[in-house]
């Protein structure tokens, strides 16, 4: 029997819909690239914005005629849009047959077992040897939830309350994820770095994390400003495996939108630890993420934000256009920027990044870079894709012998954030 996923929403989704997965194949399924394939089809959702969430209700409606076409498949609706919306989607789309909210995910390994339990008699359950996801760069969840109270923010809502995994299990984790071909760790949370479990700290568990054989990089997504301490960013410089590319949110580079998204750092606290970064570790890339039209946001705010990504010297941003979140406080307040302005300056952030970046990645033509080799490319699946400590893309033409070695390139030209080998230098 076959399972195919749909992943919406972030990297801890793709970490969720991953350790799903794996639940699944212990019990003998196997994951298809082809839903015409499959018998469970399984829709990881995302709530953190209104655009994935529509998406993926949208893909939903349309696993009706899918589920039809062959007797006994099932539908699965997991992630924070189900924890949020479980009786409306129940009633909306009756033909679901589990629906897993975001606090629930542990215990989707017992739901799966009770829903395959279930399964006709019709079913080729085949108990195939699973296929292992022979993963590169792998992620790890560290804790789930978020003790913060960001106003623009649903993650508190539906994910709840801060819990971190014992140190040891997460440990157990690397060192399955590296028995199956990892060689990048990425440590995963919503403020990944409040990380503590009894007297660990979230630097002891990146030294931890490094110190398992096998383990040449380790990164982690998402850090908050504030728990970057100093013990962190000496961490990060002293032990070799930990990259030297860190993604730390600023969400906005204006004091006053920063105090009413209640993010307690303010712009220059921001600029001074991105100094102290630097000076920790010369040469390290600092990327971002950035929100544009969050109520209140004035022209001379939205250009605090346009002069704090030159200030910062961000590498990369992710930029988002507000998106009012039920019961969250940004949602009421009276002073909401016209989805026209929002998309106005949504365009022309992603402008100068695209002018900063392409700066930035035209220095590399004529250097050689180190990358870790991944995979094929995601964009031309003839091609190779691998990432240097910094986190940059290289595409080039190699072959799957590639795959997991730590290799020289050459580069030759560059594309959107993207940097292109050259062949020749692989011989
Ligand atoms: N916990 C991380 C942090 O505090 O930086 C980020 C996690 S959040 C799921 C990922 C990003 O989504 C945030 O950094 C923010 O930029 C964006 N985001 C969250 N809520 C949003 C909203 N209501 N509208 C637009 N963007 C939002
Ligand atoms: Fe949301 Fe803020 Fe928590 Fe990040 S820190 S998940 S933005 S509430």
């Known amino acids: 029997m076959k399972f195919y996923v749909r992943t919406y929403g972030c990297q801890m989704n793709v970490a969720d819909s991953n350790e799903m997965g794996r639940h699944l194949m212990a019990k003998g399924l196997i994951q298809t690239q082809d839903a015409d394939e499959a018998t469970i089809l399984l829709v990881n959702t995302c709530t953190v914005r209104q655009h994935a969430e529509d998406r993926a209700f949208s893909e939903i409606g349309r696993l009706k005629r899918w589920k039809t076409k062959q007797s006994g498949r099932k539908v699965v609706v997991t992630g924070c849009a189900a924890e949020r919306t479980k009786e409306y989607l129940e009633d909306r789309f009756p033909f679901i047959d589990l629906v897993v909210g975001a606090k629930s995910i542990e215990d989707f390994g017992e739901m799966a077992h009770r829903l395959l339990d279930k399964r006709s008699t019709d079913e080729d359950f085949d108990y195939a040897v699973p296929s292992t996801d022979e993963k590169i760069a792998s992620f790890v969840t560290v804790m789930r939830g978020c003790n913060y109270s960001c106003t623009y923010c649903i993650v508190p809502y539906v994910r709840g309350r801060e819990i971190y995994h014992p140190m040891e299990q997460v440990l157990g984790e690397v060192r399955d994820r590296v028995e199956e071909g990892a060689r990048e760790i990425t440590l995963l949370g919503q403020t990944v770095n409040s990380y503590r479990y009894s007297e660990h700290r979230f630097a002891d568990l990146l030294e931890a994390v490094a110190a398992v054989?096998?383990?040449?990089?380790?990164?982690?997504i998402s850090p908050h400003p504030y728990y970057m301490t100093d013990r962190v960013i000496e961490t990060m410089a002293?032990?070799?495996?930990?990259?030297?590319?860190?993604?730390?949110p600023v969400q906005s580079g204006s004091n006053a939108m920063l105090k009413a998204m209640m993010r307690n750092y303010t712009?220059?606290?921001?600029?001074?630890?991105?100094?102290?970064?630097?000076?920790?570790?010369?040469?390290?890339?600092?990327?971002?993420?950035?929100?544009?039209?969050?109520?209140?946001?004035?022209?001379?705010?939205?250009e605090q934000t346009v002069s704090l990504i030159r200030e910062a010297?961000?590498?990369?941003?992710?930029?988002?256009?507000?998106?009012?979140?039920?019961?969250?406080?940004?949602?009421?307040?009276?002073?909401?920027?016209?989805?026209?302005?929002?998309?106005?300056?949504?365009?022309?952030?992603?402008?100068?990044?695209?002018?900063i970046g392409s700066q930035k990645y035209n220095q590399f033509i004529g250097r050689q870079v180190q990358i870790l080799v991944e995979g094929p490319s995601k964009r031309n699946a003839a091609r190779m894709s691998g990432r240097t400590r910094c986190n940059k893309i290289v595409v080039f033409e190699g072959s799957d012998r590639h795959r997991g070695q730590v290799m020289d390139v050459k580069v030759t030209r560059v594309g959107s954030f993207t940097l292109y080998g050259d062949p020749a230098i692989l011989e």
């Open 213 to 220: 054989d096998g383990v040449e990089r380790v990164r982690f």
């Open 238 to 248: 002293v032990v070799p495996q930990v990259c030297d590319s860190l993604h730390l």
């Open 267 to 302: 712009r220059e606290q921001y600029v001074s630890l991105a100094e102290k970064l630097r000076r920790a570790m010369p040469g390290m890339t600092l990327s971002t993420d950035i929100i544009v039209g969050f109520p209140g946001e004035t022209e001379d705010d939205f």
């Open 313 to 355: 010297q961000f590498e990369n941003a992710f930029i988002f256009k507000y998106s009012p979140r039920k019961d969250t406080p940004a949602a009421t307040m009276s002073d909401q920027v016209p989805q026209k302005m929002k998309e106005e300056r949504n365009q022309r952030l992603l402008q100068l990044m695209n002018d």
